[in-house]
Structures are given as structure tokens and as C-alpha cells.
């Protein structure tokens, strides 16, 4: 049974950081992409970030391009998201997920788990 559970969310100003952490189990972490995605209230769930399984690649969504970094540890079985210059519209529950698959996964349909989510929030 694979079980995703994120930490690291928390209440920051406009411009801080904040780094989250998604620990996986369950299966093979290393041989499937996994995802970060965010929903804010009233909005749909949307993609922010992906890694290659081997942590080769990587894809972000064009509002956090150059401030958030997404990185896996293979050998700790550990997903991360770095982000940084935090802006009151990055306010939402950021979810990882893991991917059926290896590649760069952009869409919600492609991951096949989910973590609980954690609550990120930036005050102006």
C-alpha cells in the first residue's frame, strides 16, 4: 500500500521561503515520477511541478518557473519542493502524488497516489 505524507507547509510573508517534504512508501520510489500540485479555495487542483524518476528531469508550471525547485532523495525515498520569493497567490494545499509511470507527468491523471496535503500560507 503506498502511502504519501507531506510536511513543511506553513505561514510565511511574501518574499520568504519554505521547503516541503514528501515521504513515500509502499513501492519502488525509484522508479516513478512524482508530481507537486496545489488547490486554493475555490479552485481546481493544478500542477506545479514533476520529476523524472532518476531525478534526471524536471517541469514546472509557469507561475513558480525560477522560484520553486523540485528534488528527490532515491536512496531516502523522499520528495522535495523548494520555494522560494513566496507570493500571496502561492496561498493553497500543495499535494505530491506519484506517477504511473517515469517520465515528466504533467497531468493530474497521471499519478496514481496522493498525499493528504499540507497547507502553504503567504501573507502580504
Known amino acids: 500500500q503506498v502511502q504519501l505524507v507531506e510536511s513543511g507547509g506553513g505561514s510565511v510573508q511574501t518574499g520568504g521561503s519554505l521547503r516541503l517534504s514528501c515521504a513515500a512508501s509502499?513501492?519502488?520510489?525509484?522508479?516513478?515520477?512524482m508530481g507537486w500540485f496545489r488547490q486554493a479555495p475555490g479552485k481546481e487542483r493544478e500542477f506545479v511541478a514533476t520529476?523524472?524518476?532518476?531525478?534526471?528531469?524536471?517541469y514546472y508550471a509557469d507561475s513558480v518557473k525560477g522560484r520553486f525547485t523540485v528534488s528527490r532523495d532515491n536512496a531516502k525515498n523522499i520528495l522535495y519542493l523548494q520555494m522560494n520569493s513566496l507570493k500571496p497567490e502561492d496561498t493553497a494545499v500543495y499535494y505530491c502524488?506519484?506517477?504511473?509511470?517515469?517520465?515528466?507527468?504533467?497531468?493530474?491523471?497521471?499519478?496514481?497516489?496522493w498525499g493528504q496535503g499540507t497547507q502553504v500560507t503567504v501573507s502580504s
Open positions: 502524488a506519484q506517477g504511473a509511470t517515469f517520465g515528466i507527468l504533467s497531468s493530474r491523471t497521471s499519478y496514481d497516489y
Open positions: 509502499g513501492r519502488t520510489f525509484s522508479r516513478y515520477a
Open positions: 520529476i523524472t524518476s532518476s531525478g534526471g528531469s524536471t
